[in-house]
């Protein structure tokens, strides 16, 4: 089989001075990488909106595919959400009774027209696809050990009562679970649709914790590419100051899974290799993961963040050394790929 080109990219965010986005473009392609991830928050919509076209065309002008993050706009990751500020009931709501203040339910109606005048933003500035970061379902250990979870807000009960004929339960049991799948199934195919009405892909990034509720986003047609960031060593999985996550193995196993699983459904495959909230010392992991995550069969990989994160508080010890080898670790890959469709045709010319 023809091998496939493999592209590469990074997420780029904290800053929208046009004299430093055009250095740093620059500095993306010089690190051998092909896309650029650009955050479009809620925030850049009211603000930024021009500026946000200007970035755009700088990335493309130096032949950066441009994908769009919906950065915080329907709550975490990213910033906190202003839309509850205009529609307080479309919170997240814990099965506590208990309302998640930051993020947004997938069932509310005024949430998906808000969405789709986003998308309408995104394709006006001129994205090429829409990247979306990371959807889930909020749950936390409740006092007493008990798991708490979202979405039960009214808007929720009611749909699983008219779906389910009877009251929404206070746990999270194989129908509650049912319903929140299809819940984010439905808003995906929803803006999904309407983003392909736009001319716009659709990519989404998953979280190896959330697998469970985002396996049904697998049968989304509107969906083209779905992927996942197998961070080995964020803080969840320090324990006594040590890592306690192989990266090989971890990034290897987690992307073999997703690349079958979307290739079963005729799907492509995004993979994100970790370069925030890195230790000094352990930088050379990145070469590790971009090298397991291209040996489970990714042929899109990339990189979180630009600069190791150096604007935010979650930035590796030392940010210099970690760009300097995710450029080193992409470049590598991508000399592997060549080298494999060189062999290709040349075995295929060999053999006429």
Not at 73 to 97: C, I, M, N, R, W
Not at 131 to 137: A, I, K, L
Not at 280 to 300: S, V
Request: hydrophobic fraction near 35%; proline fraction near 3%.
């Amino acid at each position: 089989m023809q091998p496939k080109v493999l592209k590469t990219g990074v997420a780029y965010h904290g800053n929208r001075i046009l004299r430093h986005v055009e250095e740093d473009m620059t500095d993306i392609v010089r690190h051998n990488m092909d896309i650029v991830v650009h955050m479009f928050s809620h925030n850049d919509w009211d603000r930024h909106l021009g500026v946000m076209k200007n970035i755009f065309d700088i990335s493309k002008e130096r032949g950066l595919e441009v994908w769009v993050d919906n950065w915080g706009l329907g709550g975490p990751p990213g910033d906190k959400s202003h839309f509850l500020q205009y529609h307080p009931e479309a919170h997240q709501v814990y099965s506590t009774g208990e309302i998640n203040p930051v993020s947004v339910c997938f069932n509310s109606p005024a949430y998906v027209q808000f969405t789709r005048e986003w998308i309408d933003a995104v394709a006006q500035c001129g994205g090429d696809k829409i990247f979306w970061d990371e959807p889930r379902f909020y749950g936390v250990k409740a006092e007493g050990g008990d798991e708490k979870f979202t979405c039960c807000c009214e808007t929720c009960k009611k749909l699983f009562e008219e779906k389910y004929g009877k009251k929404m339960p206070n746990e999270l049991t194989d129908e509650v679970e049912e319903f929140r799948q299809q819940s984010m199934v439905n808003y995906f195919k929803n803006v999904g649709a309407y983003a392909k009405l736009k001319g716009l892909e659709n990519i989404v990034c998953t979280m190896p914790h959330t697998i469970g509720q985002t396996e049904g986003l697998m049968s989304v047609d509107e969906i083209c590419d779905l992927g996942i960031d197998p961070y080995w060593s964020t803080g969840r999985n320090k324990k006594d100051g040590k890592y306690i996550k192989e990266p090989y193995d971890f990034v290897y196993d987690i992307t073999k899974e997703c690349v079958d699983g979307s290739a079963k459904m005729g799907k492509d495959c995004n993979i994100w290799i970790q370069g925030v909230d890195l230790r000094a010392g352990h930088e050379a992991e990145i070469f590790q993961a971009a090298d397991a995550a291209y040996d489970a069969g990714a042929r899109t990989i990339l990189f979180w963040s630009f600069r190791g994160g150096e604007s935010n508080t979650y930035k590796s010890d030392i940010c210099e050394k970690v760009w300097h080898i995710a450029g080193e670790a992409m470049g590598r890959i991508k000399n592997r790929n060549l080298d494999e469709i060189r062999d290709y045709y040349y075995n295929r010319k060999m053999n006429k």
